[in-house]
């Protein structure tokens, strides 16, 4: 087996291991997340019970602490391809850049991520409720995932000063949401339509939103992003953590 074809396995496997453990850890946040986000903007801004400890609680009380999970089994059974994907495109991109463009790495980094992203969204679309709003999927899925690996190997690289193991990982899933969170709110208010047998394009959702925004344009479109960083924070790095110490150990024992 060559040595390019080894590591395209490796990342394959760390990926899945990597991915599979980020999603159990974090689904509770995203489902509260989701169902804010599925609500009128104008209810949320105004009523308090909007905010994420109430629905959580309210959840919880009506359907039972494992509400919390629910909707994460074809999440978690897409994983095998869904991770592997994007570490495949992240660990790729940087050893080709590597070899042929030592200085542009982090250029290779970003276009991996991006075409990692876009691949991946093509399979978790139809994951998530059957292809419903795959538009915004794809504008979510395609620049911010290339931001992420990104900013993760140039906190990796240059901020190792600081690095316990864990922080590039957080720091580049803050600085990834801060780029394509819009695109979440909009794909999630798509979704929500098509459960109501109703149809809106990603121009639309966002005139909507923006049309409810009460004059707050930017209030409305990072509604709920600092639930998301709360849990996109902490899954980064585990995913990451786990990335990296799989490929280190799979290494080992190939050698």
């Known amino acids: 087996m060559s040595e390019s074809r080894n590591e395209v396995y490796i990342d394959l496997i760390a990926g899945w291991a990597s991915g599979a453990i980020s999603i159990f850890c974090s689904q509770p946040i995203d489902t509260v997340l989701t169902r804010i986000q599925a609500r009128p903007t104008n209810n949320v801004i105004i ?143 798509i979704q929500a339509a098509k459960e109501l047998n109703e149809s809106k394009s990603v121009a639309q959702a966002t005139r909507e939103i923006l049309a409810e925004s009460n004059g707050r344009p930017l209030a409305a479109l990072y509604r709920g992003f600092w639930l998301k960083i709360a849990k996109a924070v902490p899954a980064s790095a585990v995913n990451f953590y786990v990335y990296e110490s799989v490929v280190e150990s799979l290494r080992v024992i190939g050698d």
């Open 47 to 189: 009523n308090k019970t909007g905010c994420a400890v109430s629905t959580a609680k309210s959840l919880v009380e009506s359907q039972g602490m494992l509400a919390l999970w629910r909707g994460s089994s074809p999440m978690i059974g897409a994983i095998p391809f869904q991770n592997p994907l994007m570490m495949a495109g992240y660990g790729y991109g940087k050893r080709w850049c590597e070899k042929h463009e030592p200085d542009d790495v982090l250029l290779g980094v970003f276009i991996g991520g991006c075409t990692g992203g876009v691949a991946q969204s093509f399979l978790m679309s139809p994951v998530e409720i059957a292809w419903r709003g795959l538009g915004a999927t794809l504008l979510r899925d395609g620049l911010p995932h290339g931001v992420w690996f990104a900013s993760y190997q140039y906190s990796k690289d240059y901020l190792s000063q600081i690095d316990d193991g864990t922080y590039p990982g957080a720091f580049a899933a803050f600085t990834a949401w801060a780029v394509g969170y819009p695109f979440d709110v909009i794909k999630t208010r």
